[in-house]
């Protein structure tokens, strides 16, 4: 019987639901999916939580602001972010959200235990509010201004419940000195033992000012503060507390992946909850730094967001894994441009990983007949290149094990600058057809095809989809992403292996048009949503017939729809429908059957060979029994409806995309 793999438990923090995503979180959560794919690959069963946190003041606020219950708020806001993972390809394997029955289940069932311990009692908070804001303002100054809206404060006296948290000053000094792992990176580590060495006051974690929370047990007036409700979602998730042996499985998670600015929760606060509920701290927290945009911090009151959706609907979302991995070292703060992101896309990806693709496949298919050849007698050219993915090996592990991306990238892409030079110094391309240099040929080729599979393995975590679609032109079976990591060898590619069908990889991006685009579509998500029912002004009697435009799209909207150019090749009516043709169209990659509703306005010889817009991208359907895979454009003329073919005013190719 197979031994049971060992358990790995990620998790990012569960993101608040008053904003919405941008690539700050979709940093967090790529480098979470990253670890996962890696530590898969290193044999462990992966869980992969991630989720939003949903209550507290705020979102009452923003839920009340749009005259919307506070459940309707938090439910479109978390589909945002659920779908986002989606659309990125993350392999989330949980999703919690805060305001799920069980977790609250949770939450009570923790706090009562902590509780029970005698870590819990009821006091008086009495310090300065700010009524504006509803939150207590640490600055105990007379009047002091609020930092959040300037107003000046009110001092109150709040029954709150407190967890004694000054008692766990020495227990969690003593714990981040004989766990030196515990926290990471030491930057950050030194600061939590400097904060803590301090000294530590008791903690609020219970308000009676908002509703939208978990009720305190048997105390409903009470609700707990928000981030006592938060840091109990990887318990809960884990299946605290009543599926006991997943949650003896799962716990203690293995790493939480942070932001720096909320370190001090979940290195302080969180392992001096569970200390005080008796459960096992987490191995490890890893606070990463902050991703600045164009030098300043990201804000919508500055404008200055950027989101996940335009990359990778422009570049691919593997492009915005490899920029953020490659350009920042993980856990020191670090700078988003676009004009870094398409030059970094261009070299690293078109001319480097896409680049040694293409020219490799390229010239198997083209010498071996599309099977990878029989490697001949090694020369010490070969023998370096193997020593290359060697050293790329080690050190790629070394790094991904220390969350050390950008190095292990580094690591990987001197192996694609070795192979590319290999060829250039070897010019397979330039040997002859003797039986001899054939034979050489192949030994190249083979040397260059297998630097290629050690490269889709070793980038799989970072680049899931397009080693993806490497491993399946290298005809490899499975993906990388479930191949066994430590029996990665060099050697083990199969000579006489069918290549598969090659696919385009990160094709080079016109720097300024890519930008443009990115910043298109991002002005568009950040216009806010369009009202609801705006009415459309009245035609003018006698005005042209024109309907009116529709509700605008963003652009993003509109690339969905691929258009190319196609060529109609047969044209026949079909039997019993009088307005259909049945067509076939050259695409470009293919021939399609296409139907179209023309029969009353076109003879279908008359159609044969001309050039028309199709939509290539619609889903197939049936239109009177006969299959119609795609859609011809046409102008709907007059009252009724006469369909004009769309045509090009010069000659244009076919295949080419309309834009
Ligand atoms: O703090 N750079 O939620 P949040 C890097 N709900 N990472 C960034 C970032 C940036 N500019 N902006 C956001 C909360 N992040 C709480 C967490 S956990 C129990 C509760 C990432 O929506 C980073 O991981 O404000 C940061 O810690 C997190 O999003 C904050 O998300």
Redesign the pocket.
């Known amino acids: 019987m197979a031994a049971t793999k060992p358990k790995y438990y990620i998790t990012?923090?569960?993101?608040?639901v008053n904003?919405r995503p941008h690539i700050?979180?979709t940093?967090?959560t790529l480098a979470a999916d990253t670890i996962a794919r890696y530590k898969q690959m290193r044999g462990y069963d992966v869980t992969f939580l991630t989720g939003t946190?949903e209550h507290g003041q705020k979102v009452e606020r923003s839920a009340k602001k749009e005259g919307i219950s506070p459940i309707d708020f938090v439910d479109r806001v978390a589909a945002e972010y659920h779908g986002l993972w989606q659309e990125l390809g993350f392999r989330v394997d949980r999703f919690i959200r805060t305001t799920e029955t069980r977790h609250a289940h949770a939450v009570q069932h923790l706090f009562r235990e902590i509780q029970r311990n005698g870590y819990v009692e009821k006091g008086y908070y009495e310090g300065n509010y700010c009524v504006h804001d509803e939150m207590y303002v640490e600055d105990p100054t007379p009047g002091a201004l609020c930092p959040e809206c300037h107003r000046p404060t009110e001092v109150v006296k709040e029954e709150n419940y407190f967890f004694k948290l000054g008692k766990f000053e020495k227990p969690l000094l003593n714990y981040y000195q004989e766990h030196p792992e515990f926290l990471e990176p030491e930057a950050r580590r030194n600061e939590v033992i400097s904060f803590v060495s301090g000294g530590l006051r008791d903690l609020s974690i219970s308000r009676t000012t908002l509703k939208w929370g978990i009720p305190w047990p048997g105390d409903e007036k009470h609700v707990f503060y928000v981030w006592s409700d938060?840091?109990t979602?990887y318990l809960t998730a884990a299946g605290y507390p009543l599926k006991k042996e997943e949650f003896e499985r799962l716990w203690p998670a293995d790493v939480h992946l942070?932001?720096k600015?909320?370190i001090r929760f979940h290195a302080v606060y969180w392992p001096a909850f569970l200390m005080a509920a008796g459960l096992p701290l987490p191995k490890k927290i890893f606070a990463?730094g902050?991703?600045l945009f164009q030098e300043e911090k990201?804000s919508k009151s500055r404008g200055n967001i950027q989101s996940a959706q335009p990359i990778a609907r422009v570049l691919g979302a593997d492009a915005l894994r490899y920029f953020l991995l490659r350009e920042i070292v993980f856990g020191q703060d670090g700078n988003f441009s676009r004009e870094a992101l398409v030059a970094r896309y261009n070299s690293d990806l078109a001319n480097g990983l896409g680049n040694l693709a293409s020219r490799t496949l390229t010239m198997i298919e083209k010498n071996f007949e599309g099977r990878v050849p029989k490697p001949g007698e090694e020369t010490p050219a070969e023998k370096a290149l193997a020593g290359e993915a060697q050293t790329a090996m080690a050190e790629a592990q070394k790094h991904y094990e220390a969350f050390a991306f950008s190095r292990a990238l580094e690591a990987i892409w001197a192996l694609i600058a070795a192979a590319d030079k290999y060829l250039t110094s070897e010019q397979p391309w330039a040997l002859g057809g003797s039986p001899d240099e054939q034979k050489r040929r192949g030994t190249i080729l083979w040397t260059s095809a297998e630097a290629l599979r050690i490269v889709c393995l070793l980038a799989h975590p970072v680049l899931p989809a397009s080693t993806n679609k490497v491993w399946a032109t290298l005809g490899q079976s499975g993906t990388p992403g479930n191949q066994d990591w430590d029996a990665l060898r060099w050697g083990q590619l199969a000579p006489g292996t069918r290549l598969g069908k090659t696919e385009a990889l990160f094709p080079r991006v016109d720097k300024t048009e890519a930008i443009e685009r990115i910043e298109a579509m991002e002005n568009e998500l950040q216009k806010p949503a369009a009202p609801a029912a705006a009415a459309a002004p009245a035609a003018a009697p006698g005005a042209a017939a024109a309907p009116a435009v529709s509700e605008k799209i963003a652009i993003e909207d509109f690339t969905k729809v691929e258009m190319r150019v196609g060529q109609i090749k047969t044209a026949e009516r079909i039997a019993g429908a009088d307005k259909l043709l049945k067509l076939t169209v050259d695409i470009g990659t293919e021939i399609r059957q296409i139907c179209a509703g023309i029969a009353q306005y076109y003879e279908p010889e008359a159609l044969v060979g001309r050039k028309v817009a199709v939509v290539v991208n619609l889903a197939p359907r049936k239109l009177r029994g006969v299959e119609s895979n795609g859609m011809i454009v046409a102008a709907a003329v007059g009252p009724e409806g006469r369909p004009v073919l769309a045509g090009f005013l010069e000659d244009v190719e076919v295949g080419a995309r309309l834009r």
């Open positions: 990012t923090p569960i993101y608040y904003a700050g979180h940093y967090t946190d938060a840091l979602n942070v932001g600015e909320i990463h902050h991703l990201m």
